[in-house]
């Protein structure tokens, strides 16, 4: 183990897919994986198999096809968790068990009504079952910054000796401040008996805001594994937010004199990925990642960065990945101009993906003059990172206005038939959904709808998330692209209905 590396560990298919609204399915979830990868993060939790079957399916597909990188499933300190969990991640490259229990007095006396005594007691059976799977146990002691320092360095202590190669310490409910949780990772590297056996790590949580800050002030405190998620998505108001823990270690490296193997170039497309796939839009002024993020608005900012960049630039938006040329296609460019410049921006595309690209690419290029990279990015994660297409939209023709009842009436192609049907709504967003409906047989709710602008002007492309729901329990999140937002709406609740029957038929279409 190398002292001045930090190690990243990514909770976003874990932690993150807690996320109230977010539900992923097995290959939109290895699909993540696989760029987690290319990102070059160290660990990758993949998920908590004894929770659910598509749980375990997941973590142990991520296993068994992506290569290169450490897996991760979670597990309480039981020995059925412990033996699912490993049941899952057994095949991968190098397999981890994460086991937890909670430590502090209030979830000890309320939640798991268990003594002190007891929990010390779980907490080794639990690392010496894991240990007799694989040498790489990591183990939480979940809400670590409300427990009491004396007994939670028995604890970890414990957890040492019984084999753990890592060591967890959780802000779970985002208590800690800076300093304080400093002081706090530093008192239990001074105090806990071998803690220099394992790798201390730390997962904070960013209820105050303050996770990226106090996973920083834990990395300044000797903790060599942080535990985030990609735009910090996670329980509540998420997990610290790994892209920002990643860049300020970069960028203020004459601070911490510490690096991550991560290849930071991937960073803006992780990030798109995730939110693409998660439903969960990252917000304007989002640090890094944000759209406006490399903008800048006045004029004495733009005049002092067309004349010297680093005057208001502290990194280079092409060290995450940002890298907007100026090469703008419209509608006469051809299909090899417009295969070389996805290549560029990352998407290497031939035969059939290629042409259904290049298809929906010119169709958007009659109805607007230039088609930007950000125009680009949004027609491949709508019509490439998909899954399989049950139902196409070929045509839509909404009826609308203050006065008349708004009506729609859409064509959808299923197994090379056109079925055709049309009803009223309480709005035209409204009659899109009921008509599609009508069509695949199966009664939706919609359960939000939000709308951005992909680029700027007139002619700017909307983007509409929205999430739907047929049992009321389980969401399914659909994205869908156009100039015109009811267009946009339809091909989202058709993404989404695509996705609910794809993963009823088991990842079949
Ligand atoms: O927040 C938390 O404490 C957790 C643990 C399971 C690591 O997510
Ligand atoms: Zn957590």
Redesign the pocket.
């Known amino acids: 183990m190398s002292g001045d590396q930090v190690f990243i560990f990514d909770?976003t298919l874990?932690?993150g897919e807690?996320s109230p609204g977010v539900s992923l399915n097995v290959d939109e979830k290895l699909e993540i994986a696989k760029q987690l990868a290319r990102l070059g993060v160290d660990v990758i939790e993949a998920g908590?198999p004894v929770t659910s079957q598509g749980d375990f399916q997941a973590v142990q597909t991520i296993a068994r096809e992506v290569r290169g990188v450490a897996v991760a499933g979670?597990a309480r300190t039981n020995f059925a968790d412990i033996d699912r969990a490993w049941e899952a991640v057994q095949y991968a490259d190098q397999a981890r068990i994460?086991t937890?229990i909670?430590t502090s007095d209030i979830h000890m006396q309320h939640k798991l009504r268990m003594t002190r005594e007891q929990v010390i007691q779980a907490a080794v059976d639990g690392v010496k079952h894991a240990c007799k799977y694989t040498d790489d146990v990591e183990f939480?002691?979940?809400?670590?910054s409300r427990s009491d320092m004396g007994f939670l360095c028995q604890v970890l202590e414990a957890a040492i000796a019984a084999g753990a190669t890592t060591i967890?310490i959780?802000?779970?409910?985002g208590y800690a401040t800076p300093q304080e949780w400093g002081k706090f990772i530093r008192t239990i590297r001074q105090q806990v008996k071998g803690i220099e056996k394992a790798i201390v790590s730390v997962?904070?949580?960013d209820d105050l805001g303050l996770a990226v800050a106090n996973s920083l002030a834990a990395v300044a405190e000797g903790a060599r594994q942080v535990?985030g998620a990609v735009n910090g998505i996670?329980?509540r108001a998420g997990?610290a937010s790994l892209e920002e823990v990643i860049m300020s270690l970069r960028t203020r490296r004459d601070f911490y004199h510490l690096g991550t193997r991560v290849n930071t170039k991937e960073i803006y497309r992780t990030s798109k990925l995730v939110s693409n796939m998660t439903g969960m839009a990252v917000q304007p002024n989002k640090a890094i990642v944000g759209k406006n993020a490399f903008a800048h608005e006045s004029g004495i900012h733009q005049d002092g960065v067309l004349k010297e960049r680093t005057t208001y630039e502290i990194m280079n938006p092409v060290m995450v990945g940002i890298t907007y040329g100026n090469i703008v296609l419209g509608k006469h460019s051809g299909r090899h101009a417009f295969k070389d410049r996805l290549a560029q921006l990352g998407y290497v595309l031939d035969g059939e993906d290629l042409n259904k690209a290049f298809t929906r690419f010119k169709d958007m290029a009659d109805k607007k003059k230039e088609i930007t990279d950000h125009d680009l990015e949004a027609i491949i994660e709508e019509e490439i990172l998909s899954v399989p297409a049950t139902y196409e939209l070929t045509y839509l023709h909404i009826s609308s206005g203050s006065t008349v009842v708004p009506t729609a009436t859409i064509g959808l192609r299923h197994c090379d038939e056109v079925i055709e049907e049309a009803s009223c709504g309480n709005g035209p967003v409204d009659a899109i959904c009921k008509t599609v409906d009508k069509i695949t047989g199966i009664s939706c709710r919609l359960v939000s709808w939000g709308i951005n602008a992909v680029t700027s002007g007139k002619d700017a492309i909307g983007d509409v998330n929205l999430k739907i729901t047929a049992d009321g329990k389980r969401i399914y999140s659909g994205r869908g692209v156009s100039t015109d937002i009811l267009e946009a709406s339809a091909r989202g609740y058709v993404s989404a209905v695509n996705k609910m029957i794809y993963e009823k038929n088991n990842g079949r279409r």
């Open positions: 909770t874990r932690d807690q908590f979670l994460h937890f909670a939480s002691a979940e809400d670590a967890n959780p802000d779970t409910v997962h904070c949580h535990e996670g329980e997990n």
